[in-house]
Each structure stands twice: as structure tokens, then as C-alpha cells.
């Protein structure tokens, strides 16, 4: 795949767990010269992509590895892009952009949750508009991805809760997804029942390596329902927390999926009943807030923290952040949609 790969990972896991290292190390052994980008910040920002691919293009790399959660994974995936296409980073926002073949990338998950390591996207902050944008080309889909569930077991309590819920989100968003398939529906069942099996499970044994590989093998199959299915209203209405309160990821479409999944529910009969079935529950929202609980996960936004009196101006930026999302589902969406499942969450 290449002669000189750029490692690119956050500020200290990969480090201290001593994954880079051992990465690093076998790189060497193979008689490849590795430069390590190791300034990855959660949620990355433009400036971080182009310093990475700086760092590469001085450096003559033609391959680049991604080590850590989603955002090293997606830095790493948009400065490939960078290695053979000029600067700046913007000018790719958008579908199938890049104009030349970006560098293969080679993906190391160190969370179960955002598949980066198999998707097609790359999303980053643009701080002019101080909002995620996305990269999405199938060029991107790293070459190979390399599932070692080992180097998640150090991942605390509410970090497995949350990035196993973003997951959980994927399963159930790209499943309910008009843009998804047989093969798509298929991935994201196995997906649920997994997730549903082993999550909670995993809380109250973090080392249990049986319980990690199964909810990085869940994370990874969600993932590539992805790529053709895409997700709905849920992603983009929890990239609004996240923008305005720095809420996680998952933590933001944790607390959001009950009530986003209940307003559209009568939309998808069938799915919901198989939804319900693996829950247990007879009611979706009941069935997604008792899962909430039992991750110790909040049921509502008053309490994880946010204002009431934000809802008409996260109601605002949901439209905007929903765009892309709306042709995936089956009904309109205006700002007083949003309002009403904000209102119902808080
Ligand atoms: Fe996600």
C-alpha cells in the first residue's frame, strides 16, 4: 500500500497504552520509516487535518494509519486526501469530491462505536461556520481495517456506554433508512441484537474481552450498513448538542434516540415491531429510555445538563444540520418538528 506511512492518533491513548508503539514498532521491523502525527483532538478541527497532512507531504508519505476513536480515524481518512490533492481541506466537504485518488488508509479502532474504520466518511469542524462538516467519498473507505477488541478494554464505564450508543445509533438510524437495502437491514439487525446483548453486559465487566470483541464487531457491522443506508434525523439533530454544548457524540444521540425514534415511529411499522421484539418492550420510546438506564445513560435533556430555553434555537440548527438526512426518511421535517421532539426530550 505504500513506503512511508503517516501514523495519525489523538494526544495520549495510543501512547500511553503503548499502541503506537507496537504499531511503530512492527512498521520498523517491516523496514518502513513511520512519522507520527499525534495532535488529534476529539472533534477535529480543519487546522489539525492540514497540519497532519503537512507533516506527511514534507515527508514524502504514500500510505496513512489512523490509531484511536473516530476523530484520529477521520483526520487520518481527510489528510489522505490531502496527500495527493492540493490544500485547502474545504474545497472536498460534500459527496465524491477529491479529484485524485487519495492515500490508502489503514484504520485501528481503539472505541466500538463510530466504524470509521470501515465508512466512507470524514467529518470535521469547519470553525468559520462552527459546524461539522463531511467529508464522504468512497476513496476513503480505509483499505483495511484491523478490529483488535484488546485495545478497547481500557475504555471507562461512560465512554463504552456512550460510543456503543453512537453504534447503537447507526444500527438503528441506517436500518430505518429509506436509502438501506436487504443486505443493509440484515447488518443493522445483527448490529442491534448484539449491541442490545452485550452492552450492558460490558459495563459491569470492562476487561471481558468476549463482551469487547462482540461490540466492536457490532460497531464495524453498523458501519457498513452505513455506507449504503446513511443515517437519519437522529445524527444530524445530536451534531446541534454537541456544536452548542460540547456534548459527546454518542452521548448526544443517546439522549436524543428515544424521542427522535418515537415521532417517527408510525412511519415504520414493521421495523419498529422487530425493533420492540429485541427490546423487549411494547413501547419504542419505553423500550429506548429503560436501554438508556440501564447504560446510566439520562432519560432527558434537563437532566444531562441542558436549557429549556435553548429548544427554538437548537430547533434552528437542526434544520440545517438535518439536511442531508431528509431524503432518507419518509415524511417532511420543519423547524416546529424539531421544536416538539426537543420539547418531548427535555
Ligand atoms: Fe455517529
Given at each position: 500500500?505504500?513506503?512511508?506511512?503517516?501514523?495519525?492518533?489523538?494526544?495520549?491513548?495510543?501512547?500511553?497504552?503503548?499502541?503506537?508503539?507496537?504499531?511503530?514498532?512492527?512498521?520498523?521491523?517491516?523496514?518502513?520509516?513511520?512519522?507520527?502525527?499525534?495532535?488529534?483532538?476529539?472533534?477535529?478541527?480543519?487546522?489539525?487535518?492540514?497540519?497532519?497532512?503537512?507533516?506527511?507531504?514534507?515527508?514524502?508519505?504514500?500510505?496513512?494509519?489512523?490509531?484511536?476513536?473516530?476523530?484520529?480515524?477521520?483526520?487520518?481518512?481527510?489528510?489522505?486526501?490531502?496527500?495527493?490533492?492540493?490544500?485547502?481541506?474545504?474545497?472536498?466537504?460534500?459527496?465524491?469530491?477529491?479529484?485524485?485518488?487519495?492515500?490508502?488508509?489503514?484504520?485501528?479502532?481503539?472505541?466500538?462505536?463510530?466504524?470509521?474504520?470501515?465508512?466512507?466518511?470524514?467529518?470535521?469542524?469547519?470553525?468559520?461556520?462552527?459546524?461539522?462538516?463531511?467529508?464522504?467519498?468512497?476513496?476513503?473507505?480505509?483499505?483495511?481495517?484491523?478490529?483488535?477488541?484488546?485495545?478497547?478494554?481500557?475504555?471507562?464505564?461512560?465512554?463504552?456506554?456512550?460510543?456503543?450508543?453512537?453504534?447503537?445509533?447507526?444500527?438503528?438510524?441506517?436500518?430505518?433508512?429509506?436509502?438501506?437495502?436487504?443486505?443493509?437491514?440484515?447488518?443493522?439487525?445483527?448490529?442491534?441484537?448484539?449491541?442490545?446483548?452485550?452492552?450492558?453486559?460490558?459495563?459491569?465487566?470492562?476487561?471481558?474481552?468476549?463482551?469487547?470483541?462482540?461490540?466492536?464487531?457490532?460497531?464495524?457491522?453498523?458501519?457498513?450498513?452505513?455506507?449504503?443506508?446513511?443515517?437519519?434525523?437522529?445524527?444530524?439533530?445530536?451534531?446541534?448538542?454537541?456544536?452548542?454544548?460540547?456534548?459527546?457524540?454518542?452521548?448526544?444521540?443517546?439522549?436524543?434516540?428515544?424521542?427522535?425514534?418515537?415521532?417517527?415511529?408510525?412511519?415504520?411499522?414493521?421495523?419498529?415491531?422487530?425493533?420492540?421484539?429485541?427490546?423487549?418492550?411494547?413501547?419504542?420510546?419505553?423500550?429506548?429510555?429503560?436501554?438508556?438506564?440501564?447504560?446510566?445513560?439520562p432519560?432527558?435533556l434537563?437532566e444531562a445538563g441542558l436549557?429549556?430555553?435553548?429548544?427554538?434555537?437548537?430547533?434552528?440548527?437542526?434544520?440545517?444540520?438535518?439536511?442531508?438526512?431528509?431524503?432518507?426518511?419518509?415524511?417532511?421535517?420543519?423547524?416546529?418538528?424539531?421544536?416538539?421532539?426537543?420539547?418531548?426530550?427535555?
Amino acid at each position: 500500500m505504500g513506503t512511508r506511512p503517516l501514523l495519525v492518533t489523538g494526544r495520549g491513548f495510543a501512547h500511553r497504552s503503548g499502541l503506537l508503539s507496537a504499531v511503530e514498532n512492527h512498521l520498523v521491523s517491516a523496514g518502513l520509516k513511520p512519522v507520527i502525527f499525534e495532535r488529534v483532538e476529539p472533534d477535529p478541527a480543519v487546522s489539525t487535518v492540514e497540519a497532519a497532512a503537512e507533516l506527511g507531504r514534507t515527508n514524502h508519505c504514500d500510505l496513512v494509519i489512523g490509531i484511536g476513536g473516530g476523530s484520529a480515524m477521520d483526520a487520518a481518512k481527510a489528510a489522505a486526501v490531502l496527500l495527493t490533492n492540493p490544500s485547502p481541506l474545504d474545497r472536498y466537504f460534500g459527496s465524491e469530491k477529491p479529484h485524485h485518488p487519495p492515500a490508502p488508509v489503514v484504520c485501528i479502532p481503539t472505541t466500538a462505536g463510530t466504524a470509521s474504520e470501515v465508512t466512507q466518511y470524514a467529518v470535521i469542524i469547519d470553525p468559520q461556520t462552527q459546524t461539522k462538516k463531511t467529508l464522504a467519498s468512497e476513496s476513503i473507505i480505509p483499505r483495511l481495517a484491523l478490529l483488535n477488541p484488546q485495545w478497547t478494554v481500557s475504555l471507562p464505564a461512560d465512554l463504552t456506554a456512550a460510543t456503543g450508543m453512537d453504534a447503537f445509533s447507526h444500527a438503528l438510524e441506517a436500518f430505518l433508512s429509506t436509502a438501506g437495502n436487504g443486505l443493509s437491514d440484515a447488518f443493522c439487525l445483527q448490529s442491534l441484537e448484539m449491541i442490545i446483548q452485550a452492552l450492558p453486559a460490558v459495563l459491569t465487566d470492562l476487561q471481558n474481552l468476549d463482551l469487547r470483541r462482540r461490540m466492536l464487531l457490532a460497531s464495524t457491522l453498523a458501519g457498513l450498513a452505513l455506507n449504503s443506508a446513511g443515517t437519519i434525523i437522529n445524527h444530524g439533530m445530536a451534531y446541534t448538542l454537541t456544536i452548542r454544548y460540547g456534548t459527546g457524540h454518542g452521548l448526544a444521540n443517546a439522549l436524543l434516540l428515544p424521542y427522535t425514534i418515537a415521532y417517527i415511529a408510525d412511519d415504520y411499522p414493521e421495523k419498529i415491531a422487530r425493533l420492540c421484539q429485541l427490546l423487549g418492550c411494547e413501547d419504542v420510546e419505553v423500550g429506548l429510555l429503560n436501554f438508556n438506564s440501564r447504560l446510566n445513560i439520562p432519560t432527558g435533556l434537563t437532566e444531562a445538563g441542558l436549557d429549556q430555553g435553548d429548544i427554538s434555537l437548537l430547533a434552528d440548527a437542526c434544520v440545517a444540520n438535518c439536511q442531508r438526512a431528509l431524503p432518507r426518511i419518509k415524511r417532511k421535517m420543519t423547524v416546529k418538528d424539531y421544536a416538539e421532539i426537543l420539547r418531548r426530550a427535555f
